[in-house]
């Protein structure tokens, strides 16, 4: 990309065992497929260098059902969480939490893995994601 500043890498973070390695690590609709969300988050928190800064892009909805019940294309989202979201991690004897893990899960699980600094925003442009910044 010609850039000498950054360089861009690929890992399964189920297995990232990296200390204090990265400014900024994205993940990009893909924490509540994981069999082990909760390890990946950790594993996320510990390679991150002091100050640095996981964006996570995910669903924009509530961890409370009744709540995404006007929920742009809610219908839609249920019905892919359980015919894949789900069954990706089930199969993986994992946590299972589903497309619509929901807001509120999200930002506990980040919590959780020891960030303290989490901002939830939104584009106007995109209804259907909010995006996460959560600084080490």
Same mark, same amino acid.
């Given at each position: ?11 399964? &973070? ?22 082990? @969300?909760?390890? *990946? ?8 260098? @002091? ?5 996570? *892009? ?9 709540? #995404? ?12 969480? &359980?015919?894949?979201?789900?069954? *990706?991690? &089930? ?5 299972? &939490? ?21 901002? *939830? ?7 259907? #994601? #909010? ?6």
């Amino acid at each position: 990309m010609g850039l000498a500043n950054a360089t861009f890498e690929r890992h399964d &973070l189920a297995e990232l065992d990296k200390v204090g390695a990265y400014d900024v690590i994205t993940v990009f609709d893909a924490i509540h497929d994981q069999a082990q @969300p909760a390890r *990946v988050l950790q594993n996320i928190y510990r390679a991150l260098r @002091p100050g640095g800064v996981l964006l996570m *892009v995910d669903i924009k909805a509530s961890s409370q059902l009744e709540d #995404n019940v006007g929920v742009p294309l809610s219908t839609y989202l249920y019905t892919t969480s &359980l015919m894949h979201c789900m069954t *990706v991690s &089930l199969a993986l004897d994992g946590a299972g &939490l589903g497309t619509v893990w929901g807001r509120q899960l999200a930002t506990s699980m980040l919590a959780d893995a020891g960030f303290t600094d989490v901002t *939830v925003a939104e584009i106007e442009s995109d209804v259907l #994601n #909010n995006y996460y910044i959560a600084r080490k």
